[in-house]
């Protein structure tokens, strides 16, 4: 997926804040140089088509990235899980990764838990757990509709975490190690362990420092793991892609020539011919039909 490097960088001291599309190798120099303060990057990586749409926007007016509708890639699906109350956003999480790790299977390594620095939790799943995922137009409405399906398996209490907003294309994720604007603590990685154990008030105690990443880079979003597809991750993501394209396949398009000679008109069959010389009634025309 070489040709699917590209992301929006954004932060908090940009001038314009975003539309700064950049190589995903180029973020971790920007983080440094806006001093790891409110710093975020869209998840869904882009190929160079998105800068000519770039240029046409600023042709037209200013350029942007909204609106953008082109083909994307990810390294990792994201849920986002938060909450007032950051207890309920923890409890989520937890059922949530033991329902990943215990449920289906998958291997640690391949799982990125992160504290956001305010009010929840970014779960990461490795896009190599579901097989092959190739860059798409779609890609944003399967993931969109893979955490639909995880909401299901919360408690009913838990399902208001889920936020379900950050389905489109174009939509930023706060980077790991960077300082949350308001609360002043660091978006940080943690363990399985911690995450078991460590309770909201002790999750926020640690998140005054920032922690170093081991399984990825500082982006948080290009592994170091060797990730193998899980099996159950595989079925999951082709049950998804076989339900979307039943709901959004196209109609079929009838499409009719007129005929050259409208006084000359010859048909297949009687029962055409009588359909096409009779009156039909408004109403009654999906009752006429022929064999």
Same mark, same amino acid.
């Given at each position: 997926?070489?040709?699917?490097?590209?992301?929006?960088?954004?932060?908090?001291?940009?001038?314009?804040?975003?539309?700064?599309?950049? /190589?995903?190798?180029?973020?971790?120099?920007?983080?440094?140089?806006?001093?790891?303060?409110?710093?975020?990057?869209?998840?869904?990586?882009?190929?160079?088509?998105?800068?000519?749409?770039?240029?046409?926007?600023?042709?037209?007016?200013?350029?942007?990235?909204?609106?953008?509708?082109?083909?994307?890639?990810?390294?990792?699906?994201?849920?986002?899980?938060?909450?007032?109350?950051?207890?309920?956003?923890?409890?989520?999480?937890?059922?949530?990764? /033991?329902?990943?790790?215990?449920?289906?299977?998958?291997?640690?390594?391949?799982?990125?838990?992160?504290?956001?620095?305010?009010?929840?939790?970014?779960?990461?799943?490795?896009?190599?757990?579901?097989?092959?995922?190739?860059?798409?137009?779609?890609?944003?409405?399967?993931?969109?509709?893979?955490?639909?399906?995880?909401?299901?398996?919360?408690?009913?209490?838990?399902?208001?975490?889920?936020?379900?907003?950050?389905?489109?294309?174009?939509?930023?994720?706060?980077?790991?190690?960077?300082?949350?604007?308001?609360?002043?603590?660091?978006?940080?990685?943690?363990?399985?362990?911690?995450?078991?154990?460590?309770?909201?008030?002790?999750?926020?105690?640690?998140?005054?420092?920032?922690?170093?990443?081991?399984?990825?880079?500082?982006?948080?979003?290009?592994?170091?793991?060797?990730?193998?597809?899980?099996?159950?991750?595989?079925?999951?993501?082709?049950?998804?892609?076989?339900?979307?394209?039943?709901?959004?396949?196209?109609?079929?398009?009838?499409?009719?020539?007129?005929?050259?000679?409208?006084?000359?008109?010859?048909?297949?069959? /009687? /029962?055409?011919?009588?359909?096409?010389?009779?009156?039909?009634?408004?109403?009654?025309?999906?009752?006429?039909?022929?064999?």
């Amino acid at each position: 997926m070489r040709k699917f490097n590209l992301v929006d960088f954004a932060a908090h001291y940009r001038k314009g804040f975003r539309n700064h599309i950049v /190589a995903v190798t180029e973020v971790p120099a920007l983080m440094r140089r806006f001093k790891l303060y409110g710093c975020y990057a869209t998840y869904f990586l882009y190929s160079d088509e998105v800068l000519s749409y770039v240029s046409v926007q600023a042709a037209e007016s200013t350029p942007t990235i909204a609106g953008y509708e082109g083909k994307v890639w990810a390294f990792f699906l994201p849920i986002d899980l938060d909450h007032g109350d950051l207890t309920l956003a923890l409890d989520a999480a937890r059922h949530l990764s /033991a329902f990943f790790v215990d449920g289906w299977g998958i291997d640690p390594d391949a799982f990125q838990v992160y504290f956001s620095g305010s009010k929840g939790f970014h779960l990461m799943l490795d896009t190599r757990l579901f097989g092959r995922v190739w860059p798409s137009k779609n890609l944003p409405l399967i993931f969109d509709s893979m955490r639909r399906h995880f909401v299901g398996e919360l408690p009913e209490p838990l399902r208001e975490t889920v936020d379900l907003g950050i389905k489109d294309r174009v939509r930023l994720l706060r980077l790991p190690n960077t300082v949350h604007e308001k609360s002043k603590l660091n978006k940080i990685i943690l363990s399985l362990d911690e995450l078991a154990t460590l309770s909201a008030d002790e999750i926020r105690e640690c998140a005054r420092k920032i922690r170093p990443l081991t399984m990825t880079d500082e982006t948080g979003f290009v592994s170091r793991a060797d990730v193998k597809e899980n099996l159950a991750a595989v079925q999951f993501f082709q049950r998804i892609q076989r339900q979307l394209r039943k709901f959004t396949r196209k109609p079929f398009v009838y499409r009719f020539r007129r005929p050259e000679d409208l006084a000359r008109l010859e048909f297949p069959c /009687a /029962a055409l011919q009588r359909i096409w010389e009779s009156h039909i009634e408004s109403g009654y025309r999906n009752t006429a039909l022929f064999v």
